[in-house]
DNA sequence: CGTGCCAGGTGCCAT
DNA sequence: ATGGCACTTGGCACG
């Protein structure tokens, strides 16, 4: 890579302070800012939020994450989602009052304020975040209609799609067709197993084209999802619905290719540990 | 390795390398695991993805972090959510092949594993993160039920509230009561402005109770929320249900108290600029 | 462990 | 901006 180039530096580097004083931190926010960098904060903190709801954190060592897009994220040493966060289109200010580091995200419409206040900081670092966002997904919900579409007779045979994302008075529907005897059919795709949920989904559409359509034609509605619980099964035949089961496609490129280089060099390796840093596969 | 003293160190602080060989990143992985630290890796990297979808995303500097409780997240340089994640109880591995850094999360239940691949990783990190992952919030749902119950005639007039997540054939019912005649009524709540899903789910839960009841009783249909979107009011009046305005309450002491200092001495400050590290209110 | 549902859901795309 | 909905939704509480 173009590390140590003197055109432009395209990379500058990631910046990081140790145990930086309040002053060394509010510099370094600003010149990576700046830089639009992404800006990570370890430090004991609390942190207060208010707007949609509102939230008290206690003070304890978190991690801080600013992003250059607005967002802000506070990591405690568990779960995936933040404990607290911001959204992206924020404003981040910094400030020492009382002798603590306090960031302050705000943003407008809904009115809400994020306020973490640093007792101490172990560790800033500036990381220039770039490259590829895009990301590709299979198994959507959108591969499930694209199957649907391209094979119609895999939801029933003689079943004719007619459109998609056909607007009623509830919503749009998936997918709205007829079938063999021309009695028109909703189609409601979920691309996992679904609950009550989407079974009153399901029923709002297929009352709302009811309602539409003044002759005595009833007309069906047809969940197509891998599986459904008990209870959504209970929900259909109540009222009257029908339930396909399919599941999205895998896409044929990224299955098993991707790990077949199963018997290459591996450069270097870290001897086996009982739970983490092996070497094989 | 045990960072310096024999006696169990309170806070061993954070382990920063600078553009760590893999060998390097790999010890310092295993090191940091083991301490129950928390790891961020920032470097140019691939992610792959396959489990209950498949993802595929190509060549950019990104922050992965791992959290010691099996959680994993791959964030770019935009956006509060993270590209590419593992959700906790995942286990982490690392190992070189071909060159590059792998570090691979898997987990069973369902079968998925991440793999993310850095040719070159710019910094790493070890977080002792720790302290209170407790956190306080109101406004919620629970806020508003607590509210509907203390007082119900904000409800209606001669409402009594009878039951509480109440069992039904379509799923528990927020609160369960009856009029000032003695009519059943089956209240929904919502936390925040509602669409025609809430609509769904309430004329759900009503139908589930008429079903119940042999009598010709009607029963009510009650949905308590700060506002109806157009669509759902349409809904709820084609369904014959009703609609009282109500939002979750604030609590007392997180409103304005928390932000009265205004006017004390703030220790230092930096030179207000444009857009960051602000040293006002 | 599965089922059901709230969430400061987030994100995407339509009007 | 608001609305409607999918999402590797995540997280929790309950059977």
Redesign the interface.
Known sequence: ?DRGTDADPP?P??T?L??PT??ET??A??EA??E?A?V?V?G?CTV?Y?G????????????L?L???G?A?V??????SP??????GS?????????RLRVRSTRENPDERL?VRFERV??F?G??????????????EADLKRRVLERPDLVEAGFTPLATERES???PIDVYGEDAEGTPVVVELK??RVG??AV??L??YVEAVSRERADDRSVRGLLVAPSVTD?AR??LEHDGLEFVAMA?P??EE??ES?ES?SS???????DP?P??????D
């Open positions: 890579m990379t580097g990631p990081t140790h145990a309040h002053r509010l510099w926010l600003e800012f700046g639009g992404l990570t370890f004991r207060e208010e949609r709801a509102a939230s008290s954190l206690g003070p304890g060592d978190r991690l994450i992003k250059p897009d967002s994220l990591h405690t040493d568990e779960n995936q404990v607290n966060w911001q959204p992206p404003e981040h200010r910094a400030a020492v009052r009382d002798g306020d172990h560790q670092s990381l220039p975040v770039t490259g590829g966002r895009s990301l590709e997904v299979t198994g959507s008075a509830a919503g691309r996992k009550p949920d009153g989904q029923k709002r209870r209970a929900m999205p895998v896409s990224s299955a991707a280089d290459s060099d591996s450069g270097e390796s870290s540990s739970s983490s840093a092996e070497s094989d």
